[in-house]
């Protein structure tokens, strides 16, 4: 990986600057600040997978928002080029974009922390969710499939119908946020999903601070509504089968109580049979 960095770096005319590069997740993507033969400031960022699996919604994330959203009204950092290379049956997709000039929130997707935000934060989260609910799609962040056997799995209760199904940003949390001025980061998994998915997914990452969560619904008041059950059933879910395979454990007991609500909200909503005497 370092070395197709550096290999990238100069196919693409930047150079790196900084100290050590950034690993993501599971060491599956590196990425380096730099600057252009013109002296603009960039980041590189390279993922790999196996030639054979090098395609598809991951791979191509960045490339179609960039399509799709443009810089989203300067909520977006832009993607500038991309440089494409293999080794030893290796694919490496080396992606450079304009460099970040916000802190990301948390160094976690999980809110632990006190967070202040200034007052335009808010709308212009929400205006930027609106811009991507807008776009059209044939890209899927979340499967009917899914939907239909995790709820019940890890609910409880049967699926419910998605109403409605919008373009979603499908990694909405804390470590893809910025602040004070809001940029939304990491478009890997982008696509159509529940009305509500984003939303509610950040409302997860909320919980172990309850002020922040409160906020969240708030700013969204469209959350703890049959419109949005569906998608706030598949984000508890999700949730909790990361718990089960031992990651996100702090948020077990927040979500257990979540998914509580969200059954009592089942059988409030579900249709009683008459009783005849």
């Given at each position: ?140 962040a979340v499967r009917q499939e899914y939907i239909d056997r995790a709820v019940p799995t890890f609910l409880g209760i049967p699926a419910p119908p998605v109403t ?114």
């Amino acid at each position: 990986m370092r070395v197709q960095h550096e290999r990238a770096a100069r196919a693409l005319k930047m150079t790196c600057t900084g100290g050590e590069p950034f690993w993501g997740w599971d060491g599956r993507t590196l990425g380096r600040a730099g600057t252009t033969a013109t002296g603009q400031r960039v980041w590189l960022r390279m993922t790999s997978a196996p030639t054979d699996k090098a395609h598809g919604k991951l791979w191509e994330g960045a490339e179609t928002a960039q399509q799709a959203f443009a810089d989203l009204g300067g909520h977006r950092p832009a993607l500038l080029a991309i440089h494409d290379a293999t080794g030893d049956g290796t694919a490496y997709r080396a992606e450079l974009s304009d460099h970040l000039d916000q802190p990301v929130i948390s160094g976690d997707p999980i809110l632990r922390d006190r967070l202040e935000l200034p007052d335009g934060w808010w709308p212009a989260l929400e205006g930027a969710l609106e811009k991507v609910a807008a776009a059209t799609t044939d890209r899927v962040a979340v499967r009917q499939e899914y939907i239909d056997r995790a709820v019940p799995t890890f609910l409880g209760i049967p699926a419910p119908p998605v109403t409605h199904w919008s373009t979603v940003h499908g990694d909405l949390h804390w470590a893809n946020l910025t602040a004070p001025e809001l940029r939304l980061l990491d478009w890997e998994a982008w696509g159509q999903g529940p009305w509500g998915y984003d939303q509610a997914t950040l409302y997860a990452y909320s919980l172990l601070r309850p002020g922040v969560a409160d906020r969240v619904r708030d700013a969204f008041p469209f959350l703890g509504t049959t419109q949005t059950h569906a998608a706030e059933a598949v984000v508890c879910a999700e949730l909790l089968q990361t718990v089960s395979r031992g990651t996100n454990l702090e948020l077990a007991g927040p979500l257990h109580k979540w998914a509580d609500r969200l059954r009592d909200r089942t059988s409030a909503a579900r249709p009683r049979t008459p009783r005849f005497p």
